[in-house]
């Protein structure tokens, strides 16, 4: 039940811990999307190219700042796409210099741009022990990608079949299970008391697998990992309100042109940048739980990375319904951004 006394509330400023920006024109607009409201983001390296190297998130860093907006205040954190000959020199030195933040594991074929990902665990082992050994985090996109394993079950089976024993073989690894989407894995991380966290999109909090088939295909719910049935979608909102340190933000905002969505074989990907606040106030607030947001949005996850909140701070205000843009426009076209499918009453002042 919302609690109708709490109209206001003041949080340390959000972070994204797991954002897509893209390059060129689609960075130029929809990074200010993000920099309204956010201090930091983890970014993420699913180019084409992918950034890889060191030297290539460095690069990719200063385009992300010639984009950036007048007068905002955001820290881009970079990821490196680990590939099957990714160098744990070139890591250990991405990492000491600030140069990267995190590595990204994409099992090969999972998703977007996620060819050059790994197949066999054992040839980026090396690299594993070194992040170990240093405290860099892995960011897991948790998906086998076995044609044969039903695409509802594919992370409940990651879970069992490469994370279990990649975590026995590296427990010293801190790992970041990105964009859980299932009982199983909320589950997984609750048992799991050292070096494992989980991101939770906004998305996954709000829709399930009927929102995308139901009365009709919605190719703009379409993401991955797909979200599933209503029970798994209740147990990201208990973990999301729960406050537990081990469960925080991370939108996977991920822009495609309504033209690229809009296909007989669309790409996966929900824009949520401009109104996540917003949901996730209203999550929140109608559970209840409003007092959990600054957790979950603000504390989680700079504590998980080593990091400081935020100093400064963000208001949110409950009024009347608050409208944002169905679309935003960039020079590749149209990105629709995410329908809660409700209305959302609460403004942010940022
Ligand atoms: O839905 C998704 N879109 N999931 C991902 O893992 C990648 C992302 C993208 O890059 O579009
Ligand atoms: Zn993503």
């Not at 200063?62 to 007048?70: F, G, L, S, V």
């Not at 099957?84 to 020199?89: Q, S």
């Not at 426009?329 to 403004?347: C, E, I, K």
Request: aromatic share 6%.
């Amino acid at each position: 039940m919302p609690d109708l006394a709490l109209t206001t509330l003041t949080i340390r400023r959000p972070d994204d811990w797991h954002l897509h920006l893209r390059d060129g024109a689609m960075l130029q607009a929809v990074l200010p999307e993000t920099t309204r409201h956010f201090g930091r983001a983890i970014i993420m390296p699913n180019l084409v190219p992918p950034v890889v190297t060191g030297a290539q998130a460095a690069d990719y860093r200063a385009r992300i700042m010639a984009a950036m907006p007048a007068g905002a205040d955001f820290k881009p954190l970079m990821t490196l796409y680990l590939t099957e000959t990714t160098d744990p020199d070139d890591v250990r030195e991405a990492h000491r210099s600030g140069v990267a933040t995190a590595v990204k594991l994409y099992p090969a074929g999972a998703t977007t741009n996620s060819a050059s990902g790994v197949r066999d665990f054992e040839k980026v082992r090396a690299v594993l022990e070194t992040m170990a050994e240093i405290g860099m985090p892995l960011c897991v996109h948790g998906e086998v990608t076995d044609r044969d394993i039903d695409i509802f079950d594919r992370e409940a089976v990651f879970i069992d079949r490469v994370l279990k024993p990649l975590r026995k073989k590296v427990p010293d690894l801190k790992v970041v299970m990105e964009h859980v989407t299932t009982k199983d894995a909320v589950d997984y991380v609750r048992d799991s008391h050292k070096n494992l966290a989980a991101t939770i999109t906004t998305h996954h909090l709000i829709i399930n697998r009927n929102h995308i088939l139901a009365g009709g295909i919605k190719p703009h719910f379409y993401c991955l990992p797909v979200a599933k049935r209503e029970t798994h979608r209740v147990a990201l909102v208990q973990a999301a309100i729960s406050g537990d340190k081990r469960f925080f933000l991370g939108t996977d905002s991920a822009p495609h042109t309504d033209p690229a969505k809009l296909q007989p074989c669309g790409c996966a990907g929900i824009f949520t940048a401009p109104n996540t606040m917003s949901c996730l106030a209203e999550v929140f607030d109608v559970a209840g739980k409003l007092k959990k947001l600054e957790a979950f949005t603000s504390l989680n996850g700079p504590g998980f990375y080593g990091l400081e909140p935020n100093a400064d701070t963000i208001t949110l205000t409950k009024g009347d319904p608050v409208s944002y843009p169905a679309q935003i426009t960039t020079a590749d076209g149209p990105v629709t951004v995410f329908d809660p499918g409700f209305d959302l009453h609460w403004h942010v002042d940022a």
